[in-house]
């Protein structure tokens, strides 16, 4: 008997514990309801398909109310649940701070300083830790009220886009073979960062550093950019960073933050996910799962696609010389403006890449044939069929 409890103790010891990470995000006033709904369909898809371990468990909760929201920023327990926080999230939106009628500020810095709380925003969440509050009002940059290492140096740059961003070299977040990479993003007004003053960067510990005060505490400040804009904003546009607070001779590290500028939540790509999942977990302070380079993916050519693509070719090509320039210049001309503008572009790009004069109608021309004899193909065989191969013997 003994010895089966003795064993019962040993499998129990011995089996993973399931650990929670859970986030409360804000999702009351200034807050966007997509941007929320699409974060929680990641979290639901991460812990269903992408987890590889008891330890990446994400627990979701979110609230429209000012009061749980700020016991939860002054004691890390939700009072609705009773669950210990580990992420605070605000989403994209618009100055939800405005809605939060206690000092939010001191509020924040005790949830991260204090009890080692971690955060995570995007856009409008951003925008709000790293300070600038009243956004285009009085420029980027302005009114940076949270002590964080950085900055807002631009932002606001149009809604409804698609930016660029480069991954960074030694950031927490991504595996190696992504640095040096561009990925897309959404983009939707969010904030490029740059860092604050007194923020250097530390050759040991391969981040910048900022040591301050904060709340007369002495407190160093790591941060870490994930990645940064090739075009529609100046700066960072995603940033990693930690307090640590000393004690002693020694730097106690407390709450972690990660800011998006651009909307990995909106952004049609199964890698944007992910980083808004690890991005989540690091905050928390969980083991944040690197997922091995991708093998690249072979595509086979089906069968009778090399000679459909010959027959259009050869089609279309034929039209381009046979057909009277009065005709494929009507044909251009009753286009509307925007295709006009791409073919033109077409056009310029094979003039200067290989000094051939293309006319932007012959491309014009070229393409519709194309596109003609592929839909007659299609059309051929929805109407009767395609001919059976021949059984093998």
Same mark, same amino acid.
């Given at each position: 008997?003994?010895?089966?409890?003795?064993?019962?103790?040993?499998?129990?010891?011995?089996?993973?514990?399931?650990?929670?990470?859970?986030?409360?995000? =804000?999702?009351?006033?200034?807050?966007?309801?997509?941007?929320?709904?699409?974060?929680?369909?990641?979290?639901? =898809?991460?812990?269903?398909?992408?987890?590889?371990?008891?330890?990446?468990?994400?627990?979701?909760?979110?609230?429209?109310?000012?009061?749980?929201?700020?016991?939860?920023?002054?004691?890390?327990?939700?009072?609705?649940?009773?669950?210990?926080?580990?992420?605070?999230?605000?989403?994209?939106?618009w100055h939800p701070e405005r809605y939060w009628d206690f000092d939010w500020v001191r509020a924040l810095y005790h949830a991260q300083i204090d009890l080692g709380i971690g955060y995570v925003g995007i856009c409008a969440g951003a925008y709000l830790h790293a300070g600038n509050t009243t956004y285009s009002a009085s420029g980027p940059g302005h009114d940076d009220v949270l002590q964080d290492g950085v900055t807002v140096i631009d932002g606001m740059n149009g809604p409804n886009r698609i930016c660029r961003v480069l991954i960074l070299q030694d950031n927490p977040l991504t595996p190696e073979w992504t640095w040096g990479n561009v990925f897309t993003s959404k983009y939707w007004n969010?904030?490029?960062?740059?860092?604050?003053?007194?923020?250097?960067?530390?050759?040991?510990?391969?981040?910048?550093?900022?040591?301050?005060?904060?709340?007369?505490?002495?407190?160093?400040? @790591?941060? =870490?950019?994930?990645?940064?804009?090739?075009?529609?904003? @100046?700066?960072?546009?995603?940033?990693?960073?930690?307090?640590?607070?000393?004690?002693?001779?020694?730097?106690?590290?407390?709450?972690?933050? +990660?800011?998006?500028?651009?909307?990995?939540?909106?952004? #049609?790509?199964?890698?944007?996910?992910?980083?808004?999942?690890?991005?989540?977990? =690091?905050?928390?302070?969980? @083991?944040?799962?690197?997922?091995?380079?991708?093998?690249?993916? +072979?595509?086979?050519?089906?069968?009778?696609?090399?000679?459909?693509?010959?027959?259009?070719?050869?089609?279309?090509?034929?039209?381009?010389? +046979?057909?009277?320039?009065?005709?494929?210049?009507?044909?251009?001309?009753?286009?509307?403006?925007?295709?006009?503008?791409?073919?033109?572009?077409?056009?310029?790009?094979?003039?200067? @890449?290989?000094?051939?004069?293309?006319?932007?109608?012959?491309?014009?021309?070229?393409?519709?044939?194309?596109?003609?004899?592929?839909?007659?193909?299609?059309?051929?065989?929805?109407?009767?069929?395609?001919?059976?191969?021949?059984? #093998?013997?």
């Open positions: 008997m003994r010895a089966a409890v003795t064993m019962i103790a040993f499998v129990v010891l011995m089996s993973p514990v399931c650990a929670e990470v859970h986030i409360l995000t =804000w999702a009351g006033e200034g807050a966007d309801s997509t941007c929320v709904a699409r974060t929680k369909e990641i979290v639901d =898809w991460w812990n269903t398909y992408r987890a590889t371990g008891p330890d990446t468990t994400i627990v979701w909760h979110y609230t429209t109310r000012v009061d749980r929201w700020r016991t939860v920023l002054e004691t890390g327990t939700d009072p609705l649940t009773g669950a210990r926080i580990s992420v605070v999230y605000v989403p994209g939106g969010g904030p490029g960062f740059g860092p604050e003053p007194g923020l250097e960067f530390n050759s040991s510990y391969k981040c910048w550093v900022k040591i301050t005060n904060i709340e007369g505490r002495e407190v160093m400040i @790591k941060i =870490w950019p994930v990645g940064e804009y090739v075009d529609t904003c @100046k700066g960072w546009a995603i940033v990693a960073g930690q307090y640590f607070v000393k004690e002693g001779d020694k730097w106690v590290p407390r709450g972690r933050f +990660v800011l998006f500028g651009p909307h990995p939540e909106l952004t #049609s790509r199964t890698g944007a996910h992910a980083l808004l999942a690890k991005a989540i977990l =690091w905050a928390a302070g969980a @083991k944040v799962p690197m997922e091995p380079q991708p093998s690249p993916v +072979v595509q086979v050519v089906p069968k009778g696609t090399i000679p459909k693509a010959l027959v259009a070719a050869v089609v279309a090509t034929t039209l381009t010389f +046979v057909l009277p320039e009065d005709v494929k210049e009507e044909l251009f001309a009753a286009s509307d403006p925007i295709t006009q503008g791409i073919f033109e572009t077409i056009s310029n790009v094979i003039q200067d @890449k290989l000094g051939l004069e293309v006319p932007p109608e012959d491309i014009l021309t070229a393409t519709v044939a194309t596109v003609v004899v592929y839909a007659l193909e299609a059309l051929i065989e929805w109407l009767f069929g395609t001919a059976p191969a021949p059984a #093998s013997a």
